[in-house]
């Protein structure tokens, strides 16, 4: 298993977060394999994974039952292994190979419409140093699509307002340019001149772009607070499915440019997907929009 987790971590290049949720399935699958007298992976049949893998979703008496999402993730990490275990010879079979994870039901992302946007982005505030950061986070986030933890982890040389782009650090190791537009290009230029050399004169010199109080680094969760209160004061849900996140942003970024007629390929490379297919969800969401724009401008619509 330490193995596979080095393989994750030097050839795949997971994040940490990714990698931790890894490590704490494949515990979770070793423990029961070994407390089923199962002491070796080429011991393992396809009974043994498919019924964990079955069980993910039931819980027992250490475990509460787990998500679609969670259990997907889990029986992603044990299938990894057991395949990762034939190519390195460790094993002649994969026991996993014909044992599906549990389907996810699809679901639409969360995207805001553009008033609310707009509402959200003027509650950040203005004025003091912290509140000409809080405007740039919110605007470089929906400007750009990016990830909160790649607008958290841009550096200030990652900036190029003359050029009205930035490189994003993304997962995996990737990295991508991207353009930023006009209004986040003046919300960043305020802070950069006006907001973050009072922050920076009280830390100990760091070159990311987003500071905290105290002048180092802005954290995600701090992140999300700034978008959490601006939410809040714009009037918009702050708590339960609805509630606006910073993964909301970027749903919005990608809805509203393909409501505005960008190919949805371009959408993928500015959001950074692997795949197409990933970014196609959101082309259910404009869908969804044109029905209800339908259902409410055709006389025959009913």
């Given at each position: 298993?330490?193995?596979?987790?080095?393989?994750?971590?030097?050839?795949?290049?997971?994040?940490?977060?990714?990698?931790?949720?890894?490590r704490r399935d494949l515990h979770r699958y070793v423990t029961t394999l070994t407390a089923a007298g199962v002491t070796g992976l080429a011991?393992?049949?396809?009974?043994?994974?498919?019924?964990?893998?079955?069980?993910?979703?039931?819980?027992?008496?250490?475990?509460?039952?787990?998500?679609?999402?969670?259990?997907a993730r889990a029986a992603s990490a044990v299938r990894g292994l057991h395949r990762f275990a034939v190519r390195e010879g460790l094993v002649?079979?994969?026991?996993?190979?014909?044992?599906?994870?549990?389907?996810?039901?699809?679901?639409?992302?969360?995207?805001?419409?553009?008033?609310?946007?707009?509402?959200?982005?003027?509650?950040?505030?203005?004025?003091?140093?912290?509140?000409?950061?809080?405007?740039?986070?919110?605007?470089?986030?929906?400007?750009?699509?990016?990830?909160?933890?790649?607008?958290?982890?841009?550096?200030?040389?990652?900036?190029?307002?003359?050029?009205?782009?930035?490189?994003?650090?993304?997962?995996?190791?990737?990295?991508?340019?991207?353009?930023?537009?006009?209004?986040?290009?003046?919300?960043?230029?305020?802070?950069?001149?006006?907001?973050?050399?009072?922050?920076?004169?009280?830390?100990?010199?760091?070159?990311?772009?987003?500071?905290?109080?105290?002048?180092?680094?802005?954290?995600?969760?701090?992140?999300?607070?700034?978008?959490?209160?601006?939410?809040?004061?714009?009037?918009?849900?702050?708590?339960?499915?609805?509630?606006?996140?910073?993964?909301?942003?970027?749903?919005?970024?990608?809805?509203?440019?393909?409501?505005?007629?960008?190919?949805?390929?371009?959408?993928?490379?500015?959001?950074?997907?692997?795949?197409?297919?990933?970014?196609?969800?959101?082309?259910?969401?404009?869908?969804?929009?044109?029905?209800?724009?339908?259902?409410?401008?055709?006389?025959?619509?009913?």
């Amino acid at each position: 298993m330490r193995t596979y987790l080095d393989h994750l971590t030097v050839e795949r290049g997971l994040s940490a977060n990714t990698l931790s949720s890894y490590r704490r399935d494949l515990h979770r699958y070793v423990t029961t394999l070994t407390a089923a007298g199962v002491t070796g992976l080429a011991s393992v049949t396809h009974a043994d994974v498919a019924g964990y893998v079955a069980a993910l979703r039931g819980g027992d008496s250490e475990h509460p039952p787990l998500s679609a999402a969670s259990a997907a993730r889990a029986a992603s990490a044990v299938r990894g292994l057991h395949r990762f275990a034939v190519r390195e010879g460790l094993v002649e079979h994969d026991a996993s190979r014909d044992v599906r994870p549990p389907a996810l039901p699809r679901r639409l992302p969360k995207a805001l419409d553009v008033s609310d946007v707009e509402r959200l982005l003027a509650a950040a505030g203005e004025g003091s140093a912290l509140a000409l950061r809080d405007r740039a986070l919110l605007e470089f986030l929906y400007g750009t699509g990016a990830r909160i933890s790649e607008a958290v982890g841009a550096a200030v040389d990652d900036v190029d307002l003359d050029e009205g782009t930035a490189l994003l650090h993304g997962k995996g190791g990737r990295t991508r340019l991207v353009p930023i537009g006009g209004y986040a290009c003046t919300a960043l230029r305020h802070y950069l001149t006006g907001g973050r050399p009072e922050l920076a004169a009280g830390g100990r010199g760091t070159p990311v772009v987003f500071l905290n109080a105290r002048g180092g680094p802005l954290s995600r969760q701090s992140a999300w607070t700034i978008l959490h209160r601006a939410a809040g004061r714009a009037g918009l849900p702050v708590d339960g499915p609805r509630a606006v996140s910073p993964h909301t942003l970027r749903h919005s970024f990608a809805t509203h440019l393909l409501d505005g007629g960008a190919d949805v390929r371009v959408v993928q490379e500015l959001l950074g997907h692997a795949s197409v297919t990933t970014t196609q969800v959101y082309t259910l969401v404009t869908v969804e929009r044109l029905r209800e724009v339908y259902a409410t401008a055709h006389p025959r619509a009913r």
